[in-house]
């Protein structure tokens, strides 16, 4: 049981038994007395057999009883299997994976499927999702024991979860959150050209006038040719944000405020 607490509230027969592979006892054994005892559940027969804590209070509890080093192993052992033997187990997503490499200690390796847990999310635009996933990166990152020297694989890691979360916040028209993600993305890396590719997103907001009403525009990325996008309706930044992210590197990307959204003032009637 104290292995199937590590993997998790349910786990498959495969992975618990190939972890405990080596060690004493008959795993198969310990999961009847278990099923037996009412502790956990069984579901489901034959090969794709899984296991499930009755309570997660029942996990908790056998979680707790592990010694710190042994949870670190057992982790570690988890997530190597997992990620190393798809072919035998199911297809375990890299917020999983990610969790356990943090549990083993494995920063980097953590680190870095936070991150690509939070593209995948993001690339279905699931964003509260990839928000969180990134917020998890960026808190195992900073976990390093002793005040260690971070890495330059760490610094790029970090250097992309924050431009990413610049990118969310663009998507929520949050442009101040977005433009601060950005300039801490500049700050973690100290490659040129990165930093340049970084400011180029940023949002440069500048403001004109039509007759007397205020009308706020943005200006991204570089180049001798302007793209200039305006919505019909009143939405703002959002709409284009996929499309300024894929041109700001080699244009310059003019988005619009249309009135009545963002800084730009709104139409008062009678309209003409």
């Given at each position: 049981m104290?292995?199937?607490?590590?993997?998790?509230?349910?786990?498959?027969?495969e992975?618990?038994?190939?972890v405990?592979?080596?060690?004493?006892?008959?795993a198969?054994?310990?999961?009847e007395?278990?099923?037996?005892?009412?502790?956990?559940?069984?579901e489901?027969?034959g090969?794709?057999?899984?296991?499930?804590?009755?309570?997660?209070?029942?996990?908790?509890?056998a979680?707790?009883?592990?010694?710190?080093?042994?949870?670190?192993?057992?982790?570690?052992?988890?997530a190597?299997?997992?990620?190393a033997r798809?072919?035998?187990?199911?297809?375990?997503?890299?917020?999983?994976?990610?969790?356990?490499?943090?549990?083993?200690?494995?920063?980097?390796?953590?680190?870095?499927?936070?991150?690509?847990?939070a593209?995948?999310?993001?690339?279905?635009?699931?964003?509260?999702?990839a928000?969180s996933?990134?917020?998890?990166?960026?808190?195992?990152?900073?976990?390093?024991?002793?005040?260690?020297?971070?890495?330059?694989?760490?610094?790029?890691?970090?250097?992309?979860?924050?431009?990413?979360?610049?990118?969310?916040?663009?998507?929520?028209?949050?442009?101040?959150?977005?433009?601060d993600?950005?300039?801490?993305?500049?700050?973690?890396?100290?490659?040129?050209?990165?930093?340049?590719?970084?400011?180029k997103?940023?949002?440069?907001?500048?403001?004109?006038?039509?007759?007397?009403?205020?009308?706020?525009?943005?200006?991204?990325?570089?180049?001798?040719?302007?793209?200039?996008?305006?919505?019909?309706?009143?939405v703002?930044?959002a709409?284009?944000?996929?499309?300024?992210?894929r041109?700001?590197?080699?244009?310059?990307?003019?988005?619009?405020?249309?009135?009545?959204?963002g800084?730009?003032?709104?139409?008062?009637?009678?309209?003409?």
């Amino acid at each position: 049981m104290q292995v199937g607490s590590a993997i998790g509230r349910e786990f498959s027969r495969e992975l618990a038994i190939a972890v405990l592979q080596g060690e004493s006892g008959s795993a198969d054994e310990a999961l009847e007395r278990a099923v037996a005892s009412g502790l956990i559940v069984r579901e489901g027969a034959g090969p794709s057999v899984t296991y499930r804590f009755r309570h997660a209070l029942i996990q908790e509890a056998a979680y707790a009883s592990l010694l710190k080093s042994r949870r670190r192993s057992l982790h570690a052992r988890i997530a190597y299997l997992a990620e190393a033997r798809t072919s035998e187990f199911r297809a375990y997503g890299p917020e999983w994976l990610a969790r356990h490499y943090a549990e083993a200690g494995e920063i980097n390796r953590a680190a870095a499927l936070w991150l690509e847990a939070a593209r995948q999310a993001k690339a279905t635009f699931a964003t509260r999702e990839a928000a969180s996933h990134l917020s998890a990166c960026l808190a195992t990152s900073r976990s390093l024991a002793g005040g260690a020297e971070v890495t330059p694989e760490i610094r790029h890691i970090r250097t992309d979860a924050f431009v990413m979360l610049g990118d969310l916040a663009s998507l929520a028209e949050d442009i101040a959150t977005s433009d601060d993600h950005y300039r801490q993305a500049i700050y973690e890396t100290s490659d040129p050209e990165v930093r340049q590719r970084i400011e180029k997103k940023r949002h440069h907001c500048r403001m004109t006038k039509r007759g007397s009403a205020p009308i706020a525009f943005y200006e991204h990325g570089a180049g001798d040719t302007t793209l200039l996008f305006v919505s019909t309706q009143a939405v703002g930044l959002a709409m284009f944000q996929p499309f300024l992210e894929r041109f700001c590197d080699n244009f310059r990307v003019i988005t619009v405020d249309p009135r009545g959204s963002g800084r730009s003032v709104g139409l008062r009637r009678p309209y003409t």
